[in-house]
């Protein structure tokens, strides 16, 4: 095997595997049955925010407004993508700053967790009704937001995929399987840097 393809192999299998998507999307489910399965360490961006800043988000960005949850939420992400061979979930909104997207790129494989948006509303009622709601980002509620702020950020979520997973009627073992499957840095992946779009039909 040629020198370069050696070099290729060895950084590829040393590739973050990143999960975006809007919230309720399955990022942090997936994320640590995924990270067991590899054998790699989960890392969840916002609970590494609230670890960092010692307080929920939503208090933070009730104290201190979004912006402020931004500024450290591009500092943390700049720090995780420093390792390597890690899961990382992250934050639905932590594409929308370019210096995010250039970091997580830089060593990592990005896979979008698509969802259809009622089933991500369903799966946030759910979410609410155990107290865990999360702040409002544009002004009315957090339901009636969903189709407007993914509309602004779709195009983002897609630029960056390099696999789009549609999550809204698979399970936990299905979505692991299938990122399993097409990620370059396994025995079995065959992504090689293709797109690549799993819907469940």
Known sequence: MPTDAVFSWGLIKHMNIVLIGFRCSGKT???KALAKALGRQFVDTDRTIEECARISIDQLVA???WDCFREIE???IKKVCLKDRLVIATGGGAIVREANRT???RNGWVVWLEGKIEVLKTRMAREESF???RPSLTG???F????QVMESRQRLYEGMADLIADTTEADIGQVVRIIRGAFPGTKQGH????????QTV
């Open 74 to 76: 591009e500092s943390v």
């Open 103 to 105: 970091a997580l790129k």
């Open 140 to 142: 009315p509620d957090s």
């Open 131 to 133: 107290g865990k709601a």
């Open 144 to 147: 009636r937001e969903i189709e």
């Open 63 to 65: 104290r201190f407004g």
């Open 191 to 198: 992504g090689h840097g293709r797109k690549l779009i799993w």
């Open 29 to 31: 489910t997936v994320g």
